[in-house]
């Protein structure tokens, strides 16, 4: 049955979900305001005034459609839990099915299907509307449904195979269903990290090998010069989607791959990509992506330990607006994963420092292996110029929200 009246830990949950709305409100704020401080003058040559304003535009645009979307989302999650609508959905799924992982497969399903409904006009609108405006969409109507359906059969089976294990753990071993729990996420993050490029990319993307010709002896050569067994150059075919430009490494052991955007090939010349290339590469040879992957791990094993710990306390449950002795599996973790959010948003801030210092030493190690800096200073600036990026982003939206450094920071870095 329902509870009567609101929980102190609701009006917790409640007060999480108000302090983060507040502080993203905040940050916003401070980065909006960083759009009118001058440009330093070590990035005179990135924008000229006509492709400043368009930038601070684009900027403006994005942020507005953020804040529609933060305030809406925001009022409904707590409207929500306000009228109980969690515990009214577990009423529904269990008038269906007494079976825990059927249950919890059912109430995460309706709950996502009703999310995504929400969420789509504000997802085509910043695609069809915002992104096209400022001449960055690509994607057409075909692509982007062909996308979403694609994503939905991926996200049902990859997800619902998770899931279902995770809960079958819980039911058969107890207290210690998070060590099974973290053996599985574990081997998923292992084999995420060494097949997404060779299984999942294929499935919305093109790839090809990086064809022969002068950019790919460059690239060889410098990877001879290093000692790096390279075998995979691929050109994914990004243009299709956006004429954003990108480059990643994926891959371990025997797996290790490059990506480059086709757009990036036409836009940078062929010393700034191998300038590119060789950042990525660092990443590698200075097991930024091994640790990580490790520091990852051992996360995910803390929060599922101190799930164990909560996750059958009913008041976890109650919280939600059931009143029960026996603790409810898919309302706990619910619950639980409210109050996490402090230490989410901690350890967030700690990945994100972390980032920005791999990022650092990545463009160090292509100095160093280069011989040069220059290349990949205007590689730089030209992604940023392309991009409309923040020349002067705030120091503590940096803080809070930034992977990369600031381009300032990349360029003081490499020119020391």
Same mark, same amino acid.
């Given at each position: 049955m329902l509870t009567q009246g609101i929980s102190i830990l609701t009006l917790f949950i409640i007060g999480f979900i108000v302090f983060d709305f @507040?502080?993203?409100?905040?940050?916003?704020?401070?980065?909006?305001?960083?759009?009118?401080?001058?440009?330093? *003058?070590?990035?005179?040559?990135?924008?000229?005034?006509?492709?400043?304003?368009?930038?601070?535009?684009?900027?403006?645009? *994005?942020?507005?459609?953020?804040?529609?979307?933060?305030?809406?989302?925001?009022?409904?999650i707590i409207a929500f839990i306000?009228?109980?609508?969690?515990?009214?959905?577990?009423?529904?799924?269990?008038?269906?099915?007494?079976?825990? &992982?059927?249950?919890?497969?059912?109430?995460?399903?309706?709950?996502? @299907?009703?999310?995504?409904i929400i969420g789509l006009p504000f997802e085509i609108y910043g695609i069809f509307i915002t992104e096209e405006q400022f001449g960055f969409n690509k994607m057409t109507w075909k692509t982007y449904l062909s996308d979403k359906v694609k994503g939905y059969i991926l996200g049902i089976l990859v997800g619902g195979l998770l899931l279902s294990l995770f809960v079958w753990f819980y039911t058969i071993a107890g207290a210690y269903f998070w060590i099974y729990a973290w053996i599985l996420f574990t081997c998923f993050i292992l084999f995420f990290a060494m097949f997404y490029t060779s299984l999942i990319v294929p499935l919305f993307n093109k790839l090809k090998p990086l064809e022969e010709g002068s950019l790919r002896t460059k690239i060889e050569s410098y990877a001879k010069a290093i000692e790096f067994p390279?075998?995979?150059?691929?050109?994914?075919?990004?243009?299709?989607?956006? =004429?954003k430009a990108n480059a990643y490494f994926s891959g371990l052991g025997s797996k290790k791959t490059i990506v480059l955007y086709d757009t990036l090939i036409k836009e940078q010349s062929e010393e700034e990509l191998v300038s590119i290339l060789a950042h990525e590469v660092g990443h590698y040879k200075l097991k930024h992506i091994q640790k990580s992957i490790a520091i990852s791990t051992l996360q995910m094993g803390l929060l599922l330990f101190i799930l164990s710990i909560f996750i059958n306390q009913p008041v976890l449950s109650e919280a939600l607006g059931i009143q029960t002795k026996t603790p409810i599996?898919?309302?706990?973790? &619910?619950?639980?994963?409210?109050?996490? =959010?402090?230490?989410?948003?901690?350890?967030?801030?700690?990945?994100?420092?972390?980032?920005?210092?791999?990022?650092?030493?990545?463009?160090?190690?292509?100095?160093?292996? @280069?011989? =040069?800096?220059?290349?990949? @200073?205007?590689?730089? *600036?030209?992604?940023?110029?392309?991009?409309?990026?923040?020349?002067?982003?705030?120091?503590?939206?940096?803080?809070?929200?930034?992977?990369?450094?600031?381009?300032?920071?990349? &360029? *003081?870095?490499?020119?020391?």
């Open positions: @507040i502080l993203e409100f905040i940050l916003d704020r401070l980065n909006d305001k960083s759009w009118e401080l001058p440009i330093p *003058k070590e990035l005179n040559d990135i924008y000229d005034d006509k492709k400043y304003l368009q930038a601070r535009n684009y900027h403006k645009a *994005k942020q507005q459609l953020q804040i529609i979307t933060k305030i809406i989302s925001t009022i409904l306000w009228i109980k609508g969690f515990a009214q959905l577990h009423q529904f799924v269990a008038n269906i099915s007494t079976a825990p &992982i059927l249950q919890t497969l059912l109430f995460f399903g309706i709950f996502g @299907i009703a999310s995504e390279l075998d995979n150059i691929y050109v994914i075919d990004g243009s299709k989607r956006s =004429t599996f898919h309302l706990g973790l &619910i619950t639980f994963s409210l109050l996490y =959010t402090p230490i989410s948003m901690l350890t967030g801030i700690f990945m994100n420092i972390l980032s920005r210092k791999n990022e650092f030493e990545a463009d160090s190690f292509a100095k160093k292996t @280069i011989g =040069t800096e220059v290349h990949l @200073i205007s590689a730089l *600036k030209k992604l940023s110029a392309n991009n409309l990026s923040n020349l002067n982003p705030d120091k503590w939206y940096v803080f809070f929200h930034y992977s990369h450094p600031p381009l300032l920071a990349r &360029i *003081k870095n490499l020119s020391i």
